[in-house]
């Protein structure tokens, strides 16, 4: 196995194996330390908008809370229901648990992006990127791992032979994929803008605050790329899959012990990754934030370091956002869920895409601006009138049928 | 091996180190936790009643339509992300290309609803 890997073939180069070991380490400990982070912060800020005190016991201000809760589940009796299927039952959570890493690796946890420095840092005499891998279609990969992050989901709740887990998980992989095109979709014009696949790439591009690709790719995709993350997170106002009030706790409602502990983890790292490669994507992650040629600078912090405090502050401010839309949104209906994934979504997404490529290649062959505005904006508004039509239609439909909804 | 690879199998390496941290954790924890299984906790809950009937129920039709839609969407997007990429270099003719490609998808979406298959209730 070891064989494999051309680091270790001929000539031993200890310093960039013990880099890679380093980072593997300090990419891992972060993901588990935000992770343990987030639950708390949720329950503090959600405790904080519904007028509770929320966790403040184990450790100054209950930071400690995730910890003993943790210690607690693996004290606690391990459940394999009799009609399970037994090997799949015990996979499900690796599926779940594996997937939420491997997302991370592929995040720019910060680095020296100015000066056309391109975020490399020096390490013991060794350029490296503050990341643990940079393949060059990086955020290919991020989709990738997140639809298998699926199968863990659905695995689960079938292999439980219970109805309530199965329910949850055949909604779940449904609103899961469903989500997932948008999502993918909306990326296109994040690719248009920077011309590249690879994540230390897209954030290179985007160098001050003009350049953010929210800014470039107007702001219709951030927004659907958010709804879509936040379904494909199952977080409120998309939990469906856990609808404690009709599903008990969906596809892990017979998970008890470590095993629940680790899709429970796997959520909160999904979250906290999802909100990083949002920053990632569209706010230019561990760039600093500059207009104007004006850089704001933290003063006594090395270039390197400063990065990697910027990133953290943006994935904060995305973090409190999914909070907040739990404490604020209530729960979406199943059909309204479909209808906004198929029927606006990936339009809207597709729509955006080729509007912003026509203006784009219109502005690389030199073509007249304003017919070119005019005629995408024409176009748009055709769209956007045959697709009322059709709702209109749809409508109208279900009504001649004495449909409810 | 190519650089390309080699990032890919730092992902593997990183991959391995998750796999062992969770059964890292099962193991520590099937050392410490009590397991006293009787016939009563091994039933499938079913919000306290004794469970009725297979578990595996039978479930729509309409969540496989779903699945089968995602496919045509998602073969999509890997058409769709290397052209992307080299907007400038196929020029008017990409574009125009591109352009009928989606209007071919969309039509597939328009089908699809006037089938009623995004219908849910």
Redesign the interface.
Known sequence: MFA????LNGELLWTPLVI?LL??LA??VTGLVATMLMVWFERKVISGMQNRIGPNKAGPFGLLQTLADGIK????????????DRFVFKLA??LS??PA??SF??IPLGGDFRDGNNGMVTWFGHTTRVQ?????VGV??A?AIS?IAVYGIMLAG?S?????P??GS??A??QM??Y??AL??S???V??VT???STSGIVAAQSSIGNWNVVATGVVPFVIFLIAATAELNRPPFDLVEAEQEL?GGFN??YS???F??FYLAEFMNTVTMSALIVTLFFGGPQPISFGGIVLDIPLVPNGLEGTIWLFAKVLVFLYIYVWLRATLPRFR??QL??LG??VL??AS?GW??LI??Q??GR??GWNTFVVTGVSVAVLGASYALLQA?FKV?AKQ?EAEG??? | MSTFLRSFLTIVWFGLAAVLIAGLLLWVSSIVRPSKPNREKLLSYESGVDPIGEGWSQSQVRYYIFALLFVIFDVEAVFIFPWATQLERYGTFGLVEMGIFVFILLLGLVYAWRKGVLRWV
């Not at chain 1, 643990?132 to 060059?136: K, T, V």
């Open positions: 494999i890997d051309p680091m890679v980072k593997v990419v891992f589940l693996f004290f606690k009796e391990d459940l394999i229901p009799e009609r399970s959570p690796f648990f594996v890493f491997l690796a592929i643990l891998a940079d393949p060059p290919l990969f989709l639809a079938w439980s032979g219970s109805k309530y199965l329910l055949v909604r992989s449904a994929v469903s997932e095109a993918g979709l990326l296109g014009t690719f248009l011309g590249t696949l008990v409602t017979e012990s470590i095993r502990a680790l199943y059909d479909m209808d198929w029927k990936i339009p597709l895409f080729m490529a026509a784009r290649l690389d062959q059709a749809s279900r449909s409810m909804f």
